[in-house]
Antibody, heavy 117, light 110 residues
Framework: EVQLVESGGGLVQPGGSLRLSCATSRFTFSSYAMSWVRQAPGKGLEWVSG????????YYADSVKGRFTISRDNSKNTLYLQMNSLRAEDTAVYYC??????????WGQGTLVTVSS | QSALTQPASVSGSPGQSITISCTGTSSDVGSYNLVSWYQQHPGTAPKLMIF???KRPSGVSNRFSGSKSGNTASLTISGLQAEDETDYYCCSYAGTITWVFGGGTKLTVL
């Protein structure tokens, strides 16, 4: 069974930075695009960022463009999300999700990011 | 990138059928047959239930079905069971490699 395990969440002050990781296994990581999706407490899902299988292309929601950077290391089967200039409204559980064509077929359990002073 | 519109809640009795709507625009739902639906139990990761409007992944019950008309997609659950009570989210490809989700619908099985 495909496995996605996020880590790196925690409490950070407004304006601070955090780097999330998503370790994957049991599928050919380098063959699939990946995304980050977040969910604020008690709220719905929001697509945040995506990256192509070859690392050549990255995509962002307007809400995080210029502050977040998605990347991947295909040799380590790991997806990353560098988050800078964090705001209170970035507080959420962040999920990594495996893309299969135009939908997300597997999700990790999520990591909680709390932005607060 | 405005969120798709879903009813906040729907309810039905065991054995009945319910439908959850998901309304977008001509830039997302209306432009692509790339609507997916996710089931999420509290505190757990979302689970794919429907993709490309009406296709079911292996292992998902055939009680779940999807459709689309114009800018509105729908998820229908037939033969409601207690285990179906949870949150459901629609999602549409929105062009330029971006996606938009609905606000979520809480299903209550009476």
């Amino acid at each position: 069974e495909v496995q996605l395990v996020e880590s790196g969440g925690g409490l950070v002050q407004p304006g601070g930075s955090l780097r999330l990781s998503c370790a994957t296994s049991r599928f050919t990581f380098s063959s699939y695009a990946m995304s980050w999706v977040r969910q604020a407490p008690g709220k719905g899902l929001e697509w945040v960022s995506g990256i192509s299988s070859s690392v050549s292309s990255t995509y962002y929601a307007d809400s995080v463009k210029g502050r977040f950077t998605i990347s991947r290391d295909n040799s380590k089967n790991t997806l990353y999300l560098q988050m800078n200039s964090l705001r209170a409204e970035d507080t959420a559980v962040y999920y990594c999700a495996k893309s299969n064509n135009w939908h997300f077929d597997y999700w990790g359990q999520g990591t909680l990011v709390t932005v607060s002073s | 990138q405005s969120a798709l519109t879903q009813p906040a809640s729907v309810s039905g009795s065991p054995g009945q059928s319910i439908t959850i709507s998901c309304t977008g625009t001509s830039s997302d739902v209306g432009s692509y047959n790339l609507v997916s639906w996710y089931q999420q139990h509290p505190g757990t990761a979302p689970k794919l239930m429907i993709f490309e409007v009406s296709k079911r992944p292996s292992g998902v019950s055939n009680r779940f079905s999807g459709s689309k008309s114009g800018n509105t997609a729908s998820l229908t659950i037939s033969g409601l069971q207690a285990e179906d009570e949870t949150d459901y989210y629609c999602c549409s490809y929105a062009g330029t490699i971006t996606w938009v989700f609905g606000g979520g619908t809480k299903l209550t099985v009476l």
